[in-house]
């Protein structure tokens, strides 16, 4: 059967969510059953594998009902004057919540990643991450006169402020982006206990309401061991009920072995009874190979004795190589034997340049014998990026493997301009030829698209523009509108005409979008103007469809380690109409 490429509507994905575990699950406002009929989702006569909420494991956690998320990171936060601390200087320094844990106090420290540390009584303290004598990351921990946290503020590279995590006073915190985006993985709060030395030795993921719940990696609880210096030595999970759990990657306990300074050597992957298990990527532990400035040079997955193994992605050891900052420059991929090794993707690694903070300006897959080749189906083999003075990429490239100009998947142009807001949203997006020639993004009506946000830092509209600034419309669509649960994934996609009525692109009006307990995307639905099963004819943002049907859904296949393996099309009966490989073609992802 014929493949059909290319992008009929571009939809924007979400991102964040969460999960939950054994127990009574916490009850919550369900997600709305319009705009399908009542039998739509569930198709009596369905496949087994068609995509619904209760498949997904999600029909009890994600709602509509849009949470109470506290106060936003402050972007205003002024930077205390230098002056006014004492500093240390460390070779190794970790977060550890509510303060910074460190290796012994030196007068000059050796490694290319060191750290600065300014301290203010007990109220206030600084710690400035340093890469080959560049500041990278700060992050200002400042503790009310109590005692108790009270908030800490990263600041990035550029001295923007990046996240807070800000402390309610109960011992739990929230976490909250520069654009207002929800900044833990997957909970609405978390919680945590201290030992007697005020160090972190458990976290426990809760629901914006309080109660508890799984993270991204499918976990409700974890425990730390501590060194000494307050270095994680162990990590122990479990479910909501207190009972040991595997996480999303088949780990329940990791062990970790540390130099002499606290940076990781060694992880380890334990099950429940502490005997050694694989994870998702089929590997038994992690070794971190490090140079004498302590930066990684090789990554190893280990095997069940020890030795190097290949992992699901058919690598056993990723090599890296880095510049005179520590900035990563290379990578390579190799099997047990030390031969190049070759990912799904089909690339043997990356060559990569970067600036001085060691943001990407340039990246290139190669094959295994260091010549450019494809990212992966339907993907440039290098883009270039040209960056504002924060970092947001303003200007993107794509080359083939003979260095010319091509298109890149998703808006199918040779160059793609952003333009960004202050809280780095992408508010404009506009697709160009080779030349610097307008073009419109890959097969829509448009040349550009405008977007909206909300306090939250989710895309809630979008509109269209001609080559000539224009308004216009994508494939008849005038605006399109987002919704999001509460945990921030997209749930749907509305498309509206001039009048502001539901509206029929190729077949469909509404898209629904469903998530796994790791809130990865597990499926995608799609509606008509009628609330009835589309007969879509089109495809997605880059992705392949069938070619001479039209379907109504999708599920996303994933391997044990969560990439990609598979999309299956289902028509609107919910029957099984073709199984896609994402090694050969391009796919839905996240």
């Known amino acids: 059967m014929k493949l059909r490429v290319g992008i009929a509507v571009v939809i924007a994905f979400g991102c964040k969510a969460k999960s939950e575990d054994a127990g009574e699950p916490v009850r919550q406002a369900p997600l709305p059953s319009s705009p399908e009929p009542a039998d739509a989702g569930t198709h009596s006569g369905a496949h087994p594998d068609y995509p619904t909420p209760v498949a997904a494991g999600t029909d009890k956690i994600f709602s509509t009902e849009d949470p109470d998320r506290g106060p936003t990171a402050p972007l205003d936060f002024k930077m205390p004057p230098a002056g006014q601390l004492t500093w240390t200087e460390h070779e190794h320094c970790v977060d550890d919540i509510t303060t910074v844990r460190c290796s012994p106090a030196v007068d000059k420290p050796q490694g290319m990643w060191t750290w600065r540390v300014g301290r203010k009584g007990k109220t206030l303290v600084v710690a400035q991450e340093l890469h080959g004598g560049q500041l990278g ?32 006073g109960d011992g739990r915190y929230s976490r909250r982006n520069r654009d207002g985006s929800n900044g833990l993985d997957g909970c609405g709060y978390m919680g945590y206990s201290l030992d007697d030395r005020d160090r972190v030795i458990e976290l426990r993921c809760l629901q914006w309401l309080g109660e508890p719940m799984r993270d991204t990696s ?3 609880v974890t425990r730390f061991a501590l060194d000494d210096d307050g270095f994680v030595l162990a990590e122990h999970r479990f479910g909501i009920a207190g009972t040991p759990i595997a996480g999303t990657d088949g780990v329940t306990r990791y062990v970790y072995e540390l130099d002499d300074v606290g940076r990781r050597l060694v992880a380890l992957h334990h099950d429940a009874d502490g005997g050694p298990v694989a994870d998702d990527s089929g590997c038994f532990g992690t070794r971190f190979e490090r140079d004498e400035r302590g930066v990684v040079i090789r990554r190893v997955c280990m095997g069940a004795d020890g030795k190097p193994a290949r992992s699901v992605s058919n690598i056993a050891v990723t090599a890296y190589k880095h510049d005179r900052y520590g900035c990563r420059l290379e990578t390579r991929h190799f099997d047990p034997d030390g031969a190049p090794a070759i990912d799904h993707a089909k690339s043997h690694g990356t060559n990569d340049e970067r600036n001085r903070f060691c943001e990407l300006t340039s990246r290139t897959c190669v094959g295994s014998d260091g010549v450019a080749i494809a990212c992966g189906p339907g993907l440039a083999a290098k883009i270039e990026y040209k960056l504002d003075v924060h970092g947001n990429a303003l200007i993107e490239r794509n080359f083939d493997a003979d260095g010319e100009p091509t298109t890149e998947g998703s808006w199918g142009a040779y160059e793609v301009r952003n333009k960004w807001d202050d809280r780095g949203n992408a508010i404009r997006i506009a697709c160009f030829a080779a030349g610097g020639r307008p073009q419109k993004c890959s097969i829509t009506d448009f040349h550009a698209k405008e977007s909206t946000y909300d306090e939250a830092g989710r895309e809630v509209s979008e509109i269209y523009f001609d080559a000539r600034g224009e308004r216009t419309t994508n494939i008849g669509i005038t605006m399109r509108r987002f919704q999001y649960d509460n945990y921030d994934h997209t749930f749907e996609a509305r498309n509206y005409d001039e009048d502001g009525a539901l509206v029929d692109a190729l077949g469909f009006a509404v898209r629904r979008d469903l998530y796994d307990d790791a809130h990865r995307l597990f499926g995608v639905l799609l509606f008509d103007s009628n609330n009835r099963p589309a007969a879509y004819t089109g495809c997605f943002g880059g992705t392949t469809c069938p070619e001479t049907e039209s379907w109504h859904a999708v599920r996303v296949r994933r391997r044990s380690d969560g990439t990609v393996a598979s999309n299956q099309f289902f028509d609107a009966n919910g029957q099984l109409l073709e199984t896609f490989d994402c090694t050969r073609v391009m796919c839905f992802d996240d």
């Open 137 to 168: 990351d700060t992050k200002v921990y400042v503790t009310k006169p109590n005692g108790t946290p009270d908030q800490q503020v990263i600041f990035d590279d550029h001295r923007r402020v990046k996240s807070a995590r800000l402390f309610t």
């Open 218 to 220: 499918g976990v409700a």
